[in-house]
Structures are given as structure tokens and as C-alpha cells.
């Protein structure tokens, strides 16, 4: 991987603030990734979420999340390429990537890039 793909899907800096339901993420590359911890729910990585070998998730365009289900409790960084969330409904099995989360970052110029590749 070259320097600065690495560094940008490295964290420099993480900070959640629970109250105002917000995951912050400092990137090595300096960029900032300001997520609203609901709107990572639907994204949860896991196999009963997304589904495996051709076994359809839980998750799709139509889920509607309960408060308890988008609520974090805890955060856990598991080595140094993901962040395990733990949610208020006990579901916990979701390992959000670095580079997941990288490419799930909501600012204006990482949206207006992805609507670009999606052309
Ligand atoms: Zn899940
Ligand atoms: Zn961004």
C-alpha cells in the first residue's frame, strides 16, 4: 500500500461522544470523518447484518432501526484495523473497518467524490 493510501486509512485520533451521538475520527492523512453513530448502524459489517455466501443479511434499504438498536454503548478498537460497536440492543458482532469507515466518511468532499466514482 503506498504512504498515503495507508494514511488515510489510518486513525491519528478517535473520539465518541455519546451524548451528542457523534464518532469523530482524526485520519494520519489529517482529513477529519464526523460520523453520526445511528447512521453507522445500517453499515454494520456483520454477517447477520449484510449475510454470507449468498444468505441474504437482516439489513436492507427498507430497515428501520429501533433507538435502542442505533444507540452505541461502547467502542472497542480491535488491533489496529477496526472499531468494534457495541449497541444498546446487545448486537455486537460488527468489526467497522478503518477502510470501511474511510469510505463511509459523510463530508461534503468525500460524498461529492463518491457520487463521482458512482458515475
Ligand atoms: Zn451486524
Ligand atoms: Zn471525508
Known amino acids: 500500500m503506498p504512504d498515503d493510501v495507508r494514511a488515510a486509512v ?16 482524526l485520519w494520519q492523512d489529517e482529513h477529519e470523518s464526523i460520523y453520526e453513530l445511528p447512521a453507522l448502524r445500517p453499515h454494520c ?17 427498507a430497515t428501520t432501526f429501533t433507538q435502542e438498536q442505533s444507540t452505541l454503548v461502547d467502542i472497542q478498537e480491535i488491533g489496529r484495523y477496526a472499531l468494534q460497536l457495541i449497541w444498546a440492543d446487545g448486537h455486537q458482532t460488527g468489526y467497522y473497518t478503518f477502510t470501511l469507515l474511510r469510505s463511509l466518511c459523510p463530508c461534503e468532499t468525500c460524498r461529492a467524490a463518491r457520487a463521482r466514482n458512482a458515475q
Open 45 to 61: 459489517p456483520c454477517a447477520v447484518c449484510q449475510g454470507e455466501m449468498g444468505i441474504p443479511g437482516v439489513v436492507n434499504d
Open 10 to 25: 489510518r486513525p491519528a485520533e478517535i473520539e465518541v461522544d455519546p451524548e451528542a451521538g457523534l464518532l469523530r475520527i
